[in-house]
């Protein structure tokens, strides 16, 4: 299994320039999530999906927008990317579907820098 | 809301012991707790659920006090790879939300 998949690793934009996050995960996970670290602040939550079909907005989703067409897929778009997204990004995924109380396993991340 | 973590910042000599502290504002269901190396991704250490079930490593534990909405992580003879950042996580309403974490630096 390769686990929990990110690309690209690093990625440096524009601002106003648009682009997707890709995460894929191949352990049949049903509940996946965003998150964004930035120094001092933790990880804080984006977006996370409980399974195919259904996303729901985490602690800081404004910039943002995510869709959960397959199982193994959940992308995290920026519609518009602003010098604040600058940071590193990292997708995770669980088995639990409905609530997010097993392990988490998370991806390598993406670095993002937009100037 | 994010948990509260304590202390931010550790460092100690090898061998020694630590505690990281963390607090919710909000009822808890589970708590986890994770660690993550510069540059890599957080790793799972241990989930803390209520009445007191406990999954996690063999050299690292903790406790969960549901009422006070606190749990503790406890490292005891710290060795070089403990060196990292620690978070812990608290579960509501589908969501994991993590603490902003704890540095622990363990020297020869």
Redesign the interface.
């Known amino acids: 299994n390769a686990g929990v998949t990110q690309t690209p690793k690093f990625q440096v934009l524009k601002t106003g320039q648009s682009m997707t996050l890709q995460c894929a995960q191949d352990m049949n996970h049903e509940y996946m999530s965003w998150y964004r670290q930035d120094p001092g602040m933790g990880l804080r939550l984006i977006h996370y999906s409980v399974g195919a079909g259904i996303t729901d907005q985490g602690e800081v989703p404004n910039g943002y927008n995510v869709s959960r067409s397959t199982t193994e897929d959940f992308p995290l778009r920026l519609l518009s990317a602003a010098p604040s997204q600058t940071s590193v990004y990292f997708c995770a995924s669980s088995s639990q579907a409905g609530g997010p109380v097993e392990t988490q396993y998370f991806g390598p991340g993406t670095r993002l820098l937009v100037l | 809301q994010?948990p509260v973590q304590s202390p931010q910042a550790v460092i100690l000599r090898e061998g020694e012991d630590a505690v990281i502290n963390c607090s919710s504002s909000k009822a808890l269901?589970?708590v986890?707790w994770?660690r993550q190396k510069h540059g890599?991704?957080?790793?799972?250490l241990m989930?803390l659920?209520k009445g007191g079930e406990q999954k996690g490593h063999e050299k690292i534990s903790a406790s969960f006090n549901e009422k006070k909405q606190q749990s503790s992580l406890y490292l005891t003879a710290s060795q070089l790879s403990y060196s990292g950042t620690y978070?812990c996580?608290t579960?509501g309403n589908?969501?994991?939300?993590?603490?902003?974490?704890t540095r622990l630096t363990i020297i020869p």
């Open positions: 994010q269901y589970s986890h994770y890599e991704a957080p790793v799972f989930i659920l978070f996580g579960v589908e969501k994991l939300t993590f603490g902003t974490g």
